[in-house]
């Protein structure tokens, strides 16, 4: 039994409110969990200059904390006149998981910026940021469907992200922020709805791990997402 | 009759939400109209350099805005590597009028951050950031007191802030950002629950103006103070 | 009476010295009491990004103190890689108050550059950079009248400015950095030759004020700025 | 076959010089195919903030690229002010893979840096990097035993990393740039010589994959990685 | 002869005004035709780093220009984020020359900032606040013998600089801003009264120079300096 | 007799290979004693904006040191987030040097950014890289005469750098660290294969010295740059 309750393979509570910020393009914020994360799609009719002149779009991502989204003050890297090291690996995970599903070159030259602050952070704000990521974006094209800018939808399927862990030596579904920071092994997988993975990361810091340990985490890790899904498609 | 369909000395809807974010010592998210701020109270035990040893407190502020609380996105000011002149001005505003009410004789040394972030923005967003950074403040010393970290509550009165402004030649009440992006005159007013004032900022960019208009714009925002401080009561 | 024997009415001598950088478009040295500002009106043939092909033209501020224009040495702020909040606010205020007097729709579109440099600091460097600014902006425009660039003075009226505070329980005029450091209430007053504002800045940093305060101030800074604008008149 | 004439499964000729810039504690050019790279580990008597007091050391990582290691010139990052996201994303990730092997408590409260810099990129520069560092932090341990520092190698294991893909669809191993630029799949592994991860990466930037082949990936990766730690013991 | 009617040996009037700046522990301003530099030394009783405990002092020097001391305006370095490579090379040969003349062990652990602030320029304005950055560095330590801060002047002798350079193939003593932009060889001589050099710097931008060049404008600097020397002298 | 065995008007042992890294239009590494930078020339088929539409060229330089170069490590300037000022003295200089020999006419509007990175740094760094440098530049533009990009060499002549110094009491050639450190007087003298200089940087860091002195150091110097063009041409 885990802290909260929960068994291995069990995922925290998870809501989905989309059109959380209207004045958006497309958004949603979703709380896994005490994990809350707002996530905004926005549109833009132009894209980064080493894209000019092909006729394709492209997709990218930012991601910030509020100073108290966590349980101590953070200092806000803006202060610090640079964003660190962990916000650039994680809004270019954001944005690689995104554009694996995304029909670029059915985007024309636009961009779509998603944007995913974090209100709270109770571990897992990476894969909610890319879950709930895949909302907004899915909200804005939909849009861009209806004013008739696009055809038809360029996403080729839904797509979410969980993270799974080795705890105490046990593989678990779902790492509340307790359970994160004495994991032995992290891992963040993003998966689509039929199956197929976009990103697979698993780390080691403390020690490292075995095959069968990544088969372990990976099959928890199948089941997290199609719950995931499913909170996206009820919507 | 305005916009919205309000009076010219009539504010928005004014919701209060204290303890939005548990995490921290105080909280509030406080919406006016479509404008929301989450405005957090964070305690640290130090003081700034020039302050230690002198066994008082600080009170300072910062300030941010979701890229997309606007209604197209803005760019996240850590990408530009600092805070514009913009959000050095009103952070530094939010400070003053908060330290304005405080004894920061009886707080030790202690700092406490007030941290007001813009989920939607729709004019007067920092005079919300005032009104909800005071909810925040006397949560945060309400809980000092409680734990005894401090023998008696800092504050001396509530205080609260509006905007008022000058549109097509009639004084107006709390701006919303249609309202204030062709107003002649815009003024902030921070008040104190006993009439007094912290800060009066009376700006015309397109034109300047006259005392009796300068009057009748006080007059308005005392009206205005009054009922936010009787939101802040009721919680 | 105060430290330096004046009454409480009374403003400190002023010099102007027009054209002192005779490289600028317009210049001028002011000098009040101490406190010494260079400021210089540079005309640059274009205007930011968001106003170009609307035919309007621009006026912006800068201000800078050398590091020993203070009486202990200050850090000089490139080297801290940004200007501080401090000169942000200066900066802002200098260009709104410049700008509510300016047709900026007979400029043409071009910007004029106010910088403001203090060599010597002794309170009321702002609004001695805004009187001085004002008269560097004057010949400016004059020379650009004079070279046949625009049709006529673009400027409506003389505009200066001053500081007012409550000190010692006083209203006092013209604060020196002595009086301004232990002042209750630090007001600026930002006013025309016709006597209607530009800007009215009052903050109460360690105790609130009253209607009653703010109305005796503005009275003195009434009288203080009528003297300031027969100084830019003489000249 | 491979542009370059090399099957499926074969990894390019590596050279490992050890010692290549005696000044640091330990060093290593790595040399895989055309990409070269200088690793070093330098000692540092003091730890992180964060650590101190705590009796444990710490191996952290920094890479970089030389201009014109590519095959077009890339800017320093210097003169953009801050490294960009993808350096960040590989030093973390270096350290991190360094310390999964390394008995931090037994290195007492010292600090190893770990400076990886590409003088040739020609694909794999970050597992390079790893493969490299590995052999320079173990010279510098080695140092540290030779002087008595400390009693023992805290070194559990050699390590080494290797790139995978999918390209054309089909698994190939330790990718060149070329191979790499139209790779539908992106993998980097790090592994111990006991045959346990200490880090997997996969990525689908322009498709998703299956669990078919991840497997597929891991195991060319596992034998390419086997090769590089017979090159490190071979030194 | 020459634009402004000099003959080939001859300097520019020089005026240097002590205690410009009053407030500053020494100050000059320092006018050498146009040019126009405000040199203060301010007194800091501490050292860096690198030099604390070891009983020596240091001194120091930045340079900047105000942004209408040139004939367009020149962007503010703050806005930039930080000082210029010419920024940086004048400053740090500011500090190694006054140095030279400078018995840092009679100091004791302190620090002397020499700021040299160009009000207008026109050419030798690296020299200029070399010469009259000696001047303020002078009466600085001479204030401190007079407050028996030190037993005695730690300054060797006196020091002054001055621009030299072959212009249309003839050597010129003393550039202005419109010879320096054509000269093909552009030197700084910085000298003392003794006839010894602290510093040469000879450049050939556009074309080389011969040692009889060389020599030719060392004689001519000579004469300059010595002219120099005088003015400080008189003072 | 000097800590290497070297007589005093020796320089130490040269190696220049050129072609060093194959991907740059030019390249070279250089060896003197235990200094060794490696110098690249690449061609950008553009000028900075101040140069366009002039039909002619322009030669840049850069200049890096690899963390571990020198015997302790430095920090990286990128993390410091600017060049530092011996970083910009150094690069304006190389710069500056090479283009004293290019006719940048005849070049075309075209840029050719000379990057020069220390790998291993014992003294004489900034002189290796101008020598070096030169042979990048040379083949560079070898290279385009090849590839009937221009007509002709626009090299006027081969060109090479070298430190001198006083060092107890004795002029000096090409010091190495250790000297460099301890010199009274520090020179470095970029000459031309005709006997001509591009550049004379004497400085006296902790005394001033003699005309007689200067000439003394300058003879060494053309001796040691004849040596090292010697080697410039065996290539």
């Given at each position: 039994m885990r802290t909260d309750g929960r068994q291995h393979d069990e995922i925290r509570p998870v809501t989905i409110t989309p059109g959380f910020l209207p004045a958006a393009e497309g958004s949603a914020l979703i709380e896994i969990g005490h994990t809350k994360v707002i996530c905004t799609?926005?549109?833009?009719?132009?894209?980064?200059?080493w894209l000019r002149g092909g006729g394709r779009g492209w997709v990218t991502a930012e991601y910030g904390m509020l100073p108290r989204?966590?349980?101590t003050r953070t200092?806000?890297?803006?202060?610090?006149?640079?964003?660190?090291?962990?916000?650039?690996?994680?809004?270019?995970?954001?944005?690689?998981?995104?554009?694996?599903?995304?029909?670029?070159?059915?985007l024309g030259e636009r961009m779509i910026h998603i944007d995913c602050d974090v209100l709270q952070a109770d571990g897992g704000t990476r894969t909610a940021a890319i879950t709930g990521g895949w909302v907004a974006l899915a909200l804005a094209l939909k849009q861009m469907v209806d004013f008739r800018m696009i055809a038809e939808m360029p996403l080729s399927e839904p797509l979410a992200a969980i993270s799974v862990g080795m705890v105490d030596g046990a593989a678990m579904l779902d790492l509340c922020y307790e359970e994160d920071s004495r994991a032995e092994v992290d891992m963040n997988v993003v998966m689509t709805a039929g199956g197929e993975f976009a990103e697979v990361q698993s780390t080691g810091e403390s020690r490292t791990f075995t095959l069968h340990q990544l088969e372990q985490m990976l099959e928890l890790a199948k089941n997290g997402v199609a719950k995931l899904i499913e909170a996206q498609r009820s919507i």
């Open positions: 799609a926005s549109l833009e009719e132009a894209v980064p200059g989204s966590t349980s200092q806000r890297e803006v202060n610090r006149g640079r964003p660190g090291g962990r916000t650039h690996e994680i809004q270019r995970l954001i944005g690689r998981a995104l554009r694996s599903v995304t029909r670029l070159d059915k």
